[in-house]
Nanobody, 119 residues
Framework: QVHLAESGGGYVQTGGSLRLSCTTS????????IGWFRQAPGRQREFVAA????????YYSEDVKGRFAMSRDSARTSVYLQMNRLRLRDTATYFC????????????WGQGTQVTVSS
């Protein structure tokens, strides 16, 4: 089981920015996919972004594409989510998760960090 810990959530007004961090207990990003997900009250958890291995290009949900940017620090096996032009709808608890390559389900999850966007 991989340990993941998110940080960086908080309160921000619409149009503002936040940067989330996720530290992992992985020794290397090789053979793993790291993803960001979010869940708002009363809604299902949804995919936000993910990156595969130490060199893969991040990919995003349509809702955040062009506004959010995922990056990684392979030396620290940490990932980040830069969130710009935040909208009310982005309010949610954000989770990072990982899965081995070839496995469909993410099987290790962090505890989440709350992002609240207000008008």
């Amino acid at each position: 089981q991989v340990h993941l810990a998110e940080s960086g959530g908080g309160y921000v007004q619409t149009g503002g920015s936040l940067r989330l961090s996720c530290t992992t207990s992985l020794g290397t990003f090789e053979k793993y996919v790291i993803g960001w997900f979010r869940q708002a009250p009363g809604r299902q958890r949804e995919f936000v972004a993910a990156v595969s291995g130490p060199a893969g290009e991040p990919y995003y949900s349509e809702d955040v594409k062009g506004r959010f940017a995922m990056s990684r620090d392979s030396a620290r096996t940490s990932v980040y989510l830069q969130m710009n032009r935040l909208r009310l709808r982005d309010t949610a608890t954000y989770f990072c998760a990982c899965r081995p390559h070839g496995q469909i389900e993410y099987d290790s999850w962090g505890q989440g960090t709350q992002v609240t966007v207000s008008s």
